[in-house]
């Protein structure tokens, strides 16, 4: 078994693959950067590691937005949330 393929998708993350540096260590092993990010709390629409937007990015002091949402891709942020983006 090679210790360097994403145990989700079974993709190389080994140097020289492109997926090397962004890689996120797991218990059975490495995960790549696109399986390894999380579903956008409005839609379900899966994004990529650290292509999330979270409140305090939209100048919001609380953990979560108004309607309870705390991950969420660019599409789904209200002109409000937009605005604030930074």
């Known amino acids: 078994m090679d210790r360097d393929l994403c145990v989700y998708c079974g993709e190389s993350t080994a140097f020289g693959s492109g997926k090397f540096v962004n890689r996120i260590p797991c218990d059975d092993g490495w995960g790549c950067a696109e399986c390894s990010g999380v579903d956008c709390d409005r839609c379900d629409k899966p994004m990529e590691l650290d292509c999330d937007i979270t409140p305090d990015q939209c100048g919001i002091d609380d953990d979560?937005?108004?309607d309870g949402a705390r991950f969420v891709?660019?599409?789904c942020l209200t002109?409000?949330?937009r605005e604030n983006d930074r």
Request: with cysteine; charged share 45%; net charge negative.
């Open 64 to 66: 979560y937005f108004t």
């Open 73 to 75: 891709c660019e599409d």
């Open 79 to 81: 002109n409000k949330e």
